[in-house]
């Protein structure tokens, strides 16, 4: 499947792929999420941490909510609107919230700017609690409407067993 173009993806192949790489970046925003919520932003661990919280939440943000084509599209990327029965039902409007997220991670993980964030000033902080909050019902309104002959059950389990979060920043 490495490399196929998304016009040639069959129903398996969509369930396959949601089963490994959708499920790794659900499980691993999740996980980075809990460790930092359990250990503070402190030390080097919590900012490696922080620091996968922010690529796994920036490959879900640009998932659910892909740039307007054609602006770095490539007939190998994949977006959830491609797990519906009609891709053009998918019309999620993305939050502003969400939206600066996803373009400070562009900024401060992605590549070297002078955009970054220097010092520790307050808006250096993630809302970690908040922004998994924030993506968490999207995730889950994503599987509800996903034709289920294309998405694999264990993306609706994952999405759906972690609601509960506890409030927390850390700061990269």
Known sequence: MSGKIIKDF????FRTYSNEHIFYEIDKLLKARDFILLNGSSGLLNMFAIESFVIHLRNLIFFLYPPPPPKNHKNTDIYAKYFLSDPEEW???????LKKARARANKEVEHLTTQRIAGAPPEKIWPV????EEIL???KSFCDRADRGKLDMVI???SHDHWKVTPGKATL
């Open 10 to 13: 069959n129903n398996e192949d």
């Open 91 to 97: 019309k999620e409007v993305i939050s502003e919230s």
């Open 129 to 132: 609690a908040e922004l998994t």
């Open 137 to 139: 019902p999207i995730l």
């Open 156 to 158: 609706s389990k994952i």
